[in-house]
């Protein structure tokens, strides 16, 4: 394959690639996971720090991740909403949990360039499942700040979640949503 050929499968698979919500319940591999990782952590980042760790919830480890989720909510009197029992149930469904957590370096450059290189990596990832017809969609719920979650899930102290990535294969692709053209957003200086 030549170079502009693959470079015609890149642009349409960045340009194809939708977040899936409704997923089929057969499952994926935690080794499919593990290559496709293995592809995404050719993002760039800076001075090749690797600012990235890994959590995968598959099979019945995805009950962790369900009941982090469930202690993280508030109750009502005492007992769990029926909206968040709709919403686990929803989670265990889902074939795959990963979430991608960085280091909180108080250097706000570093910050920045490690949120920079974890956000491409995801991106990667993404569009090498996609190539492999899996999908996901990428979360930063409220709860992920919650500390019972935190907890549950042994993110530490000075650790930010900066996704969880709900993965599978798609039930239903939606359909392209309209982007700005460019040439509204751009300013080109040239003198």
């Keep these: 394959m030549s170079q502009q050929e693959g470079k015609n499968v890149v642009e ?35 001075k090749l720090t690797e600012p990235w760790r890994f ?20 109750k009502v009197d005492g007992e769990v909403p029926e909206k968040v029992n709709r919403k686990a149930q929803y989670f265990r469904d889902i074939p795959a949990h990963l979430v991608v957590v960085m280091p909180e370096d108080p250097r ?12 491409s990596l995801i991106q990667n990832f993404q569009l090498a499942a996609w190539e492999r017809e899996i999908g996901m969609i990428w979360r930063t719920n409220d709860w992920v700040y919650d500390p019972a979650f935190r907890e549950a899930i042994d993110v530490l102290p000075g650790e930010k979640v900066v996704a969880t990535l709900m993965i599978g294969y798609p039930k239903h692709i939606p359909e392209a949503q309209p982007r700005t053209d460019i040439r509204e957003l751009i300013t080109i200086i040239n003198k």
């Design 12 to 46: 349409q698979n960045i340009i194809d690639r939708r977040t899936i919500k409704s997923f089929k319940k057969d499952p994926i591999s935690a080794e499919v996971i593990i290559e496709l990782l293995n592809v995404a952590k050719w993002a760039p980042n800076h």
């Design 55 to 74: 959590q995968l919830y598959v099979d019945e480890g995805k009950e962790q991740f369900v009941q982090a989720y469930i202690d993280s909510q508030p």
């Design 108 to 119: 706000q450059r570093r910050w920045d360039e490690d949120y920079g290189a974890v956000s």
